[in-house]
């Protein structure tokens, strides 16, 4: 299908720009839960979580419910320990969401005497509030005048301005907050920045767009928009192995060791060591995932036969099965253990 022609700027054009999205949105807009709420707590919830996770993800899962449930507002997640945090952030990943989440609570309590604020200084001095966040807060919960740019809306944008710098580098962003400010819907902000990111999820998707089914295609300038946005900087892959150990007691506890890296602190996992100490023992299970730029493989070897004499690192410790469930664990880890359990 031929791209439809571009007629007129959308910065020149805005009302009908904005109403042709409106019109769209109002049509066709997906019904999530955190657009039936002006709760800023649930709203500033949704938004952690779906920075670097799926929206499939957060509700096919149930993450976003069964947090609210475990934690429905800013006086129950400040109070919450890390052991309830991170068993109702697990499978998430990125943990330090949870806890940035947590101390954003407390910040509110301390400081802000238990009410979210609204105005765009008291929302950046909240930790882990940047200038996204603030402004989907500002619009979503507060419906008053807000700017806020994320990947969905950097692609519509640099499509149509047909943008071919890279959006990646500081003078590509600042023009793209530059145009998204000069588009954004004063009067209805909540609408209108709802629409212009599902815009982006479902129409201007990555890729070839669906320009035929565009609402404000006519104000789109580039011809090639599968071209867009460009980036400049790619992310180099790395691969790790992780060799992690199988060990059951004579009475069938598990070892398990408690985390206290700065990715992981405070979750459960398979003691792992280098692999010159356990690669001479059996692989029993291995499993590939992917964490940032790092592409690992890990192999969990059958140390059962060392049990009686394996010495227990800092952090190691012998655990029941039937508890093993209740304890927090990064999603890989989960999957492995859990077949492991079945099978030995």
């Known amino acids: 299908m031929l791209k439809p022609r571009f007629v007129s700027s959308a910065l020149e054009g805005r009302p009908g720009f904005r109403n042709a999205l409106g019109r769209w949105f109002?049509?066709?807009?997906?019904?999530?839960?955190?657009?039936?709420t002006r709760d800023p707590y649930a709203i500033l919830v949704s938004e952690v979580m779906?920075?670097?996770?799926?929206?499939?993800?957060?509700?096919?899962?149930?993450?976003?419910?069964?947090f609210l449930a475990a934690f429905p507002d800013f006086q129950a997640l400040a109070a919450a320990d890390d052991a309830a945090l991170l068993k109702a952030w697990e499978g998430l990943g990125y943990y330090r969401r949870a806890r940035m989440l947590r101390a954003t609570a407390q910040a509110v309590l301390a400081d802000f005497g238990g009410i979210f604020p609204q105005d765009l200084p008291g929302l950046m001095r909240l930790p882990g509030v940047g200038r996204y966040t603030a402004g989907a807060l500002r619009a979503f919960a507060f419906e008053v005048p807000a700017v806020l740019v994320d990947g969905n809306v950097t692609r519509v944008l640099a499509r149509m301005m047909d943008?071919?710098?890279?959006?990646?580098?500081?003078?590509?962003?600042?023009?793209?907050?530059?145009?998204?400010?000069g588009l954004a819907d004063a009067k209805r902000p909540r609408v209108y920045h709802a629409a212009l990111m599902e815009l982006g999820q479902v129409v201007c998707r990555p890729g070839v767009p669906d320009c035929g089914g565009c609402p404000v295609a006519r104000y789109c300038q580039t011809r090639s928009p599968e071209h867009l946005p460009v980036k400049a900087r790619k992310t180099a892959i790395t691969a790790v192995d992780e060799h992690a150990l199988w060990m059951r007691d004579g009475t069938g506890r598990l070892l398990l060791h408690h985390e206290g890296g700065k990715r992981r602190t405070g979750l459960w996992k398979l003691p792992t060591r280098v692999a010159v100490e356990i690669s001479r023992l059996p692989v029993l299970i291995e499993h590939r995932y992917s964490i940032t730029r790092y592409r690992v493989c890990l192999r969990v070897h059958d140390g059962r036969a060392l049990a009686s004499a394996f010495t227990l690192a800092r952090g190691d410790a012998w655990q029941e099965p039937e508890e093993v469930a209740a304890l927090a664990m990064a999603a890989p880890f989960r999957r492995v253990v859990e077949q492991l359990l079945e099978d030995f």
């Open 26 to 36: 109002g049509r066709h807009g997906k019904d999530y839960p955190w657009r039936r």
């Open 50 to 66: 779906l920075h670097q996770t799926q929206i499939a993800t957060v509700l096919g899962k149930g993450y976003y419910t069964r």
């Open 163 to 181: 943008f071919a710098a890279p959006v990646d580098e500081a003078a590509g962003l600042t023009q793209i907050w530059s145009w998204a400010e």
